[in-house]
């Protein structure tokens, strides 16, 4: 961590980074009391020092505040000439602060008072920093107020590998959160609190993107997403614990999976979301097709497979019916055929084709939803489009995520080769939802959440990024 250079003495410190002044009284054309510092010598013992042009007969009054309470505007009177003065009524293992201010007494004429400085113990120190995402660029700084008599908080800024972004913003002593509406959508943060008295500091406290930060659904939005956990779990219950605090951030109704190789894996997610769900059992290798959801948000009518002998599927797609406020909906997981061979393309082409067909002859008017990992991009073109079944009836589907297909590669799904290839699909019945400004797609940036990054999510999650859709209605 980058921390400005602070004398420190028994791990205490206080610097001069900002004036702060109260004149009161008579002031004359000599100065205040220069560079006042604070060091404590042992327990109940701090000693004040200070710089600057005396004579024999200036004195300086010390003002001193404790906690909460008003400030002693003559706390004690000190020779000026010595440039020491020592307070024993102190304690240096509790919460409350202790913050002085000195001014210079020459007769009957006073200084203003100098800038103020404080005693911080480390018991003073923010703690319990964490973040939690509120919007795509919004992020909800909270932490624990253990310091008695601050006049607030300091809060700075680390995005990604750049330097900190010192004072990035400030907060009164009133207020335990910090609202960044400018926070990056595609980058770790991190912010770092401190209490500040005056012209010092309490040590910082310091908090990261966690999984636990994560936002996207809400109570009034029908909210689905898709994600291809490669041979899941993967790194066994380090996987599982992983996927359960995403979701569970995400404040999600129905995910579909795919590649979920493991029962007992399966089972595990389940019962550390609380939700219930089902897995297909008919994929060769077993990276079967799954759906889980809460059930206090949605009520399932049924769960099937479809096309279950046709060579274009070698995962037949999985179908879930089911009720979210009042509103029913027919959600179709699907894995498409892999390989940029012709015959690999032909079959996701064959796919499409059938999907289509299917959704046409049996639910000509439901909410429909298809999503998944299909393989495929959907910007190619059309003589090689393997969705042109959808991309051509435009009135009749819409990809919600062709916004991103069609953005920035930062956002796309599959970063390993810089490829969207996870995506979900609408019916015309949903296109006054998604037009909403309430709803919204984005790819699940997970690996922002996690402190190894990239590296880590690839390791222990997947090698796809979920995407998810929010439908406001």
Same mark, same amino acid.
């Given at each position: 961590?980058?921390?400005r250079?602070?004398?420190?003495?028994?791990? *205490?410190? =206080?610097?001069?980074?900002?004036?702060?002044s109260?004149?009161? +009284?008579?002031?004359? #054309?000599?100065? !205040?009391?220069? $560079?006042v510092?604070?060091?404590?010598?042992?327990?109940?013992?701090?000693?004040?020092?200070?710089?600057?042009?005396?004579?024999?007969?200036?004195?300086?009054?010390?003002?001193?505040?404790?906690g909460?309470?008003?400030?002693?505007?003559?706390?004690?009177?000190?020779?000026?000439?010595?440039?020491?003065?020592?307070?024993?009524?102190?304690?240096?293992?509790?919460?409350?602060?202790?913050?002085?201010r000195?001014?210079?007494?020459?007769?009957?004429?006073?200084?203003?008072?100098?800038?103020?400085?404080?005693?911080?113990?480390?018991?003073?120190?923010?703690?319990?920093?964490?973040?939690?995402?509120?919007?795509s660029?919004g *992020?909800? =700084?909270?932490?624990?107020?253990?310091?008695?008599g601050?006049? +607030?908080?300091r809060? #700075?800024?680390? !995005?990604?590998? $750049?330097?900190?972004?010192?004072?990035?913003g400030?907060?009164?002593?009133?207020?335990?959160?910090?609202?960044?509406?400018?926070s990056?959508?595609?980058?770790?943060?991190?912010?770092?609190?401190?209490?500040?008295?005056?012209?010092?500091?309490?040590?910082?406290?310091?908090g990261?993107l966690?999984?636990?930060?994560?936002?996207?659904?809400?109570?009034?939005?029908?909210?689905?997403?898709?994600?291809?956990?490669?041979?899941?779990?993967?790194?066994?219950?380090?996987?599982?614990?992983?996927?359960?605090?995403?979701?569970k951030?995400?404040?999600?109704?129905?995910?579909?999976?795919?590649?979920?190789?493991?029962?007992?894996?399966?089972?595990?997610?389940?019962?550390?979301?609380?939700?219930?769900?089902?897995?297909?059992?008919?994929?060769?290798?077993?990276?079967?097709?799954?759906?889980?959801?809460?059930?206090?948000?949605?009520?399932?009518?049924?769960?099937?497979?479809?096309?279950?002998?046709?060579?274009?599927?070698?995962?037949?797609?999985?179908?879930?019916?089911?009720?979210?406020?009042?509103?029913?909906?027919?959600?179709?997981?699907?894995?498409?055929?892999?390989?940029?061979?012709?015959?690999?393309?032909?079959?996701r082409?064959?796919?499409s084709?059938?999907?289509?067909?299917?959704?046409?002859?049996?639910?000509?008017?439901?909410?429909?939803?298809?999503?998944g990992?299909?393989?495929?991009?959907l910007?190619?073109?059309?003589?090689?489009?393997?969705?042109?079944?959808?991309?051509?009836?435009?009135?009749?589907?819409?990809?919600a995520d062709?916004?991103?297909?069609?953005?920035?590669?930062?956002f796309?799904?599959?970063p390993?080769?810089?490829?969207?290839?996870?995506?979900?699909?609408?019916?015309?019945e949903?296109?006054?939802?998604?037009?909403?400004?309430?709803?919204?797609?984005?790819?699940?940036?997970?690996?922002?959440?996690?402190?190894?990054?990239?590296?880590?999510?690839?390791?222990?999650?997947?090698?796809?990024?979920?995407?998810?859709?929010?439908?406001?209605?």
């Open positions: 961590m980058t921390r250079a602070f004398p420190f003495f028994l791990s *205490l410190s =206080v610097v001069g980074l900002f004036s702060c109260d004149p009161t +009284g008579s002031e004359k #054309d000599f100065s !205040v009391p220069q $560079n510092a604070a060091q404590v010598l042992a327990d109940s013992l701090l000693t004040l020092t200070w710089e600057g042009e005396f004579e024999s007969r200036d004195q300086i009054i010390v003002a001193r505040k404790a909460e309470n008003s400030w002693q505007n003559v706390y004690a009177i000190a020779t000026a000439h010595n440039r020491q003065f020592t307070d024993n009524q102190i304690s240096i293992n509790s919460d409350t602060v202790f913050a002085y000195l001014r210079l007494i020459r007769d009957t004429d006073t200084s203003a008072f100098s800038a103020a400085v404080a005693y911080f113990s480390e018991k003073c120190q923010p703690a319990g920093v964490f973040l939690k995402q509120t919007e660029a *992020l909800r =700084v909270t932490w624990r107020d253990n310091s008695v601050e006049n +607030g908080f809060i #700075d800024r680390k !995005v990604g590998t $750049n330097a900190w972004e010192t004072g990035y400030l907060c009164d002593s009133n207020t335990a959160e910090f609202y960044d509406s400018g990056p959508a595609t980058s770790a943060v991190t912010y770092r609190i401190a209490a500040y008295s005056g012209s010092s500091f309490s040590s910082a406290g310091t990261s966690t999984l636990a930060s994560l936002f996207f659904g809400t109570a009034e939005t029908f909210d689905v997403m898709t994600w291809n956990l490669l041979s899941f779990p993967r790194y066994d219950t380090i996987t599982v614990g992983a996927v359960s605090q995403t979701i951030a995400m404040n999600l109704d129905v995910v579909g999976l795919q590649e979920i190789a493991s029962e007992t894996g399966f089972q595990q997610l389940l019962d550390s979301l609380g939700w219930n769900g089902y897995r297909a059992n008919s994929a060769a290798y077993d990276i079967d097709l799954a759906f889980i959801y809460n059930p206090v948000s949605v009520t399932v009518d049924q769960i099937y497979e479809i096309f279950r002998h046709e060579n274009a599927f070698p995962r037949p797609p999985l179908v879930i019916e089911l009720t979210w406020n009042s509103i029913p909906f027919v959600v179709i997981d699907n894995h498409y055929k892999a390989y940029s061979d012709e015959e690999s393309q032909s079959r082409l064959a796919a084709d059938s999907l289509e067909k299917f959704i046409s002859t049996n639910f000509p008017d439901a909410n429909v939803i298809v999503m990992d299909l393989n495929d991009l910007t190619d073109a059309q003589s090689v489009n393997v969705f042109w079944p959808f991309l051509s009836r435009s009135d009749s589907y819409q990809f062709y916004g991103i297909a069609t953005g920035s590669s930062t796309f799904s599959y390993k080769y810089a490829s969207h290839l996870d995506h979900i699909l609408i019916t015309n949903l296109f006054t939802a998604i037009a909403n400004p309430a709803s919204a797609i984005n790819t699940i940036l997970v690996d922002n959440y996690l402190s190894g990054g990239w590296n880590e999510y690839d390791v222990k999650i997947s090698d796809h990024r979920p995407v998810a859709l929010k439908l406001a209605f």
